[in-house]
Structure formats: structure tokens, C-alpha cells
């Protein structure tokens, strides 16, 4: 995916300008900065939800550019799993994540309800009740990794993860790292993971853009490793947590 001079508005405000970057294939991008500088807003760009004023995306596969704004979207190339989770709440658990099987695919009900339990155990959700379950019945954690279940179902060759470990467990949110790094290296999936989690970020991620909250625009993008020891101030201070943890070193 190409993103090109993107500027992204909220309620009247610039919150971002001239956003230009690629994700590549098989990589893992992670997208941080501090809270309210437009992390969720250029995901919902990304995938089509929203529409730029200025800027482009465009999808580049196969010897082809798709405009993802425009008549031919890739849809099904891209899966989201939103930070609010966000299933629908009239369906079972099950017919969520079976939902994009039905929309976008001709695989029968066997076959759509064996992908999806094995989506769902691949997220963490191997319980078999889980899939007759109703949305409000879930604790927060498991409604997110439905979510993340839901995204994977299609085998999307790029998943947009919106702070998916955000409420979980140390333990689940640790398999969710081994989850993102075997989808990377297994099936070869590009990964945008907004995420505020340092330990995850440094275990998966393969490159980082920072969205800089004052200056309005992406300031650092490479390896976390690198910004960290070489990047601009703010941004080494957000992955040492202010430093912190360059403090306790010493
Ligand atoms: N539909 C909207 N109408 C008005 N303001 C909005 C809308 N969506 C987002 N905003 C504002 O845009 C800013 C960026 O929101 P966004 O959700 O993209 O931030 P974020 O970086 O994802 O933050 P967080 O880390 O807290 O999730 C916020 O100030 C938010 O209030
Ligand atoms: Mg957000």
C-alpha cells in the first residue's frame, strides 16, 4: 500500500499533513504517537472508511494500482480489527466472523463455519461455546480478539490492528505477539498494528511511523531499535517512556 501525502482532518482540525509512506509486503508497520494524533483516523483512511481532502492511497498489487477511495476498492485484501472491537451485537460471536465469508466468498455453511472456529482458535478463542456466544456476553479482551478473528477470516494479504492488545492480559497479549509475528512469517501478511505496548512493538514490529501530536505530520519512520538509539528526541523519548527506562539502566 501506498500512502501519499495524506492529511487527515477531524471535527474541522488538521490532525495530520503530508503523511508519505509504503507498507510492505509481509511487513509489520507500527503506527504511535500520543493519544488523539490521529492513529484511528489514518487507519479508517487506509481502509477506505474514510475519504481525504488531500492525499492519496493507493493499493499496488499484481502490476496494478487501485485508488483505495475509489471505484474498485480492495475490500477483501484488507482486514480491520477496530480498537473498540466493534462486532455486531444482533449476531452470535460465530456469524460475526463468518460474516466476510458470506459477503465475499462462495464457500458453503460448512465450510464458513469451519473457517471461522479456526480463525477464532487462531485468536485465542478456542472454546467451542465462544462461537454461539452473543457479543455482550464476552469479557473486553475476548471481544477483541473475535474482532481479530473476524479480520483474519479471508486471509487478507494486509490486517490493520487498531491497539489490539490494549486490556489484555500480559499472557494473551504475549500470543498475540506469537499470533502477528506466524501470520507475518507463515502466510507472509503485512500488519499495521497501532499500538502504545513497547515490548510488543520491539518484539514484532518491523519499522515505525511516529505521528508527531504537535508538529502535526509523521516525524521518524525506520526500525524501532534504531529511532530509539538514533531517532529525533520525541520520538526516543515515547519508546524509552521518557526516557525511563534509559534512566534505570544506568
Ligand atoms: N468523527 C470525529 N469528529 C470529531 N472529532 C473527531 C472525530 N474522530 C476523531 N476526532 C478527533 O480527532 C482526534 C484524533 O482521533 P484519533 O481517534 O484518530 O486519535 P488516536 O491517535 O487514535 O488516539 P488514541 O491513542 O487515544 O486512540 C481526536 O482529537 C478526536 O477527538
Ligand atoms: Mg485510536
Known sequence: MRVDDLSLHAGGRELQ???TFDVRAGEVLA????????????????????TPRQGRVTWVAGGRERDV???????????????????????TV????MLPLELHTDLGEVARERQ??????LAGLPD??????????LSGGMRKRAAIARA?????????????????????????????QRLKTDLGTAIVLVTHELDSLFAVADRLLFLDVE???ATALGPPAELRDHGPEAVSEFLTRGGLDRRQAA
Open 17 to 19: 499533513h503530508g503523511l
Open 31 to 50: 503506527i504511535c504517537g500520543a493519544s488523539g494524533c490521529g492513529k484511528s483516523t489514518l487507519l479508517r483512511h487506509m481502509i477506505g472508511l474514510q
Open 69 to 91: 477511495h475509489g471505484d474498485d476498492p480492495p475490500r477483501r485484501e484488507i482486514g480491520v480489527a477496530f480498537q473498540a472491537g466493534a462486532l455486531w451485537s444482533s449476531m
Open 94 to 97: 460465530g456469524e460475526n466472523v
Open 116 to 121: 471461522a472456529r479456526f480463525k477464532l482458535a
Open 128 to 137: 467451542a461455546a465462544t462461537f454461539d456466544a452473543e457479543p455482550a456476553s
Open 152 to 180: 483474519l477470516v479471508l486471509d487478507p494479504p494486509l490486517l490493520c490492528l487498531d491497539e489490539p492488545s490494549a486490556g489484555l492480559d500480559p499472557l494473551t497479549s504475549a500470543r498475540l505477539d506469537d499470533l502477528i
Open 215 to 217: 508538529a502535526h505530520t
